[in-house]
C-alpha cells in the first residue's frame, strides 16, 4: 500500500504522490481535450479543459490510490451526440487517457534512461526515486484504467466495439459498473494472492528492464 511507505520511506511516499496528481491531471485532461476537439463543448463547460489537478481528483479513486495501491481521477463527462464520428469519437476520447499515461512513461523513462547513460542518475539518487515514480504511477493509472468496468476507460472502448444489439449489457454495466469495480478492488485486496499485484508488478518490471 502507498501510505505505509509515508513512515517507511518518505521520499517514496511524496514522490508517488506527486507522481499520482501529475498522472490523473494530464490523464483526465487528456479526456476533456479529445471530446474538445471532436466538438463537445461539455468538458469546456465544466471546466475540465485544465491541468488544475483539483478539477480533476476524485476522492474515493485517490484513497484507493493510496490505501490499495490503484484507482482513478473523476470522469471527464461528454455528450456523444457532439462528436463528429458518433461510434469511433467515443472510444477515441476512452483511449485518450491511457494514451497520455503512456505518453508520460514514454517521456520520463527515456529521460531516466538518458541520465543513466550520461552517469548523471543512479538507483541511490533522489532524481531516480521521483522519476522512477512517475513511470510506475502512469502505469499503474493506465492499466488500471483499461479495465473494461464503468466508469473506467476500457468500458468507453468495450462500449464503442459492442454490436447495437448488446445495448442491454451497455445499460447494466452502465448501472452495476461502479458497485462492481469496487467489489472487484476489495475482493482482490483481501485475497491472498492479489491478481491486479501481480499484474501491475509484472509489467513494472519489464518496463524498468526497458528503461535502465
Not at 154 to 181: C, D, H, I, T, Y
Not at 183 to 201: H, N, Y
Amino acid at each position: 500500500m502507498l501510505f505505509s511507505l509515508l513512515f517507511s520511506n518518505p521520499l517514496q511516499f511524496f514522490a508517488s504522490v506527486i507522481a499520482l496528481i501529475a498522472g490523473i491531471t494530464v490523464h483526465e485532461f487528456s479526456h476533456a481535450l479529445a471530446a474538445h476537439v471532436q466538438g463537445d463543448p461539455t468538458p469546456g463547460l465544466q471546466g475540465r479543459l485544465s491541468l488544475n489537478p483539483l478539477r480533476h481528483l476524485d476522492p474515493f479513486g485517490t484513497l484507493f490510490l493510496l490505501f490499495a495501491g490503484f484507482g482513478w481521477g473523476r470522469p471527464v463527462q461528454f455528450d456523444p451526440r457532439y462528436l463528429k464520428n458518433k461510434r469511433l469519437g467515443p472510444l477515441i476520447v476512452g483511449l485518450a487517457g491511457p494514451a497520455a499515461n503512456l505518453a508520460m512513461i514514454l517521456l520520463f523513462g527515456g529521460l531516466m534512461s538518458l541520465l543513466f547513460a550520461t552517469g548523471v542518475l543512479s538507483l541511490d539518487n533522489g532524481l531516480f526515486v521521483i522519476l522512477s515514480a512517475l513511470v510506475l504511477m502512469n502505469l499503474v493509472l493506465m492499466i488500471f484504467n483499461l479495465i473494461p468496468i464503468p466508469p473506467l476507460d476500457g468500458s468507453k472502448v468495450l462500449f464503442a466495439l459492442l454490436p447495437p444489439s448488446a445495448n442491454g449489457l451497455v445499460s447494466w454495466l452502465e448501472q452495476r459498473g461502479p458497485m462492481l469495480l469496487i467489489g472487484l478492488i476489495l475482493l482482490d485486496a483481501l485475497s491472498p494472492v492479489s491478481i491486479l499485484g501481480r499484474v501491475f508488478t509484472a509489467l513494472a518490471n519489464v518496463t524498468f528492464q526497458i528503461f535502465l
